[in-house]
């Protein structure tokens, strides 16, 4: 029985994964903001909830994390792998956190560092340790202004989301390097209307909402490469799945080394991982 941490596994994609890995025999750990969605995520889970825990976090603070990080060593000396698919979608709003950070950074790139670095030990623990990012479709070669970097003030999303995305990719690969005995992976989350939207505007929650049906993934195909890349042996590392629901589409990822030391460097420096 494998112990796997999902962020973000009270909704969504997450819950979808946790309630997938339970059903195969598994146990979880739950990080969520919503104490009452954590609540209706493990009461969903019926007799399996017996193997499940729900802790809630804010991911979104060097102090939520840190917290986060400590609550979950507390649950479990051993990690099997860590499920991140925490995310928000703010492309016309700049959210500041109480670190000065924009949110869509903080919780979409920077937390995932920041909370696999404090739990290094509990994965090295575990005999196959894994690492799975959910991420928007991104070419893992995306330029990333680094100069740009933490500040991005003033926020612009169609400058740099798809670069805080591509962030995931840099990480992968560096935790890949550095600790081979973790396999990492990167996975595209597709089309897929969940609470992400929560932050946009409304005529973006209603386009949603009106072409969902048509146009997105279902939370099932959009969760299936991420567990099987949990659960799966022989799994490669730094490996990116592009296409939702198909795990044999994979690649390497391929980063710049140079812009992959930068990206390490500031996430180094801002949480003093």
Sequence with gaps: MKTILVSGGNSGIGLEAARTFLARGHR????????????????????????????????????????AAERVLAE??????VLHSTGVFTPNRDIRTADGLNLYFAVNYLSRYHLTQLLLPSLGASEHGRV????????????????????LDPFDYKRVGDQVSACNHHYAAYLARENPGIVTGVVNAGAVRTDIFRLTPWYMRSIARVLGPFFFNSV???????????????????????KPGDFDHQRPIAVDAVTTAGVIGFSEAITGA
Excluded at 76 to 81: I, Q, T, Y
Excluded at 235 to 242: F, G, H, K, L, Q
Aim: with cysteine; hydrophobic share 40%.
């Design 28 to 67: 979880v750990i739950i990080l969520g903001r919503d104490r009452q969605k954590g609540t209706e995520a493990l009461f969903s889970f019926g007799k399996a909830a017996e193997r499940a825990v729900f802790l809630p976090v804010d991911l979104s603070t060097h102090a939520g994390v840190r917290d």
């Design 76 to 81: 479990s000396e051993r990690l099997d792998a």
């Design 132 to 151: 799975v990012m959910m991420n928007p479709k991104v070419d893992p070669a995306t330029r990333v202004e680094l100069e740009l970097f933490p500040d």
């Design 220 to 242: 099932t195909e959009s969760a299936h490469n991420a567990v099987e890349a949990c659960l799966r042996d022989n799994v490669p590392s730094a490996t990116y799945w592009e």
